[in-house]
Nanobody, 125 residues
Framework: QVQLVESGGGLVQAGGSLRLSCAAS????????MGWFRQAPGKEREFVAA????????YYADSVKGRFTISRDNAKNTGYLQMNSVKPEDTAVYYC??????????????????WGQGTQVTVSS
């Protein structure tokens, strides 16, 4: 079982930066692929980025590639999403998620059984 708590959301101007954190409980964090998803009002929750448990390889949605960076620190049981050059269309509630142990990344939110409560990111133009 993994419990996740996001932090770091807020209001930022377009072109600015923000770093989201995801603190995980439990002793198996390093064995879980971690992902970030987001949901804007009236839209489906969508994949943003993921980092594999096995080799720390990373994956990104095309809409954030080159601007966002996902990372993890297993010693701190914490994952991160560094958001640079943000745009108004990045406005959403951002959720971190963890897959079952030893499962590699997926863009499908149904492959992630563990979720945080979400943190709001608002980008002003």
């Amino acid at each position: 079982q993994v419990q996740l708590v996001e932090s770091g959301g807020g209001l930022v101007q377009a072109g600015g930066s923000l770093r989201l954190s995801c603190a995980a409980s439990g002793r198996t964090f390093s064995a879980h692929t971690m992902g970030w998803f987001r949901q804007a009002p009236g839209k489906e929750r969508e994949f943003v980025a993921a980092v594999n448990w096995s080799d720390d390889s990373t994956y990104y949605a095309d809409s954030v590639k080159g601007r966002f960076t996902i990372s993890r620190d297993n010693a701190k049981n914490t994952g991160y999403l560094q958001m640079n050059s943000v745009k108004p269309e990045d406005t959403a509630v951002y959720y971190c998620a963890a897959a079952q142990r030893w499962r590699n990344y997926s863009t499908n939110r149904n492959e992630y059984p563990y979720w945080g409560q979400g943190t709001q990111v608002t980008v002003s133009s």
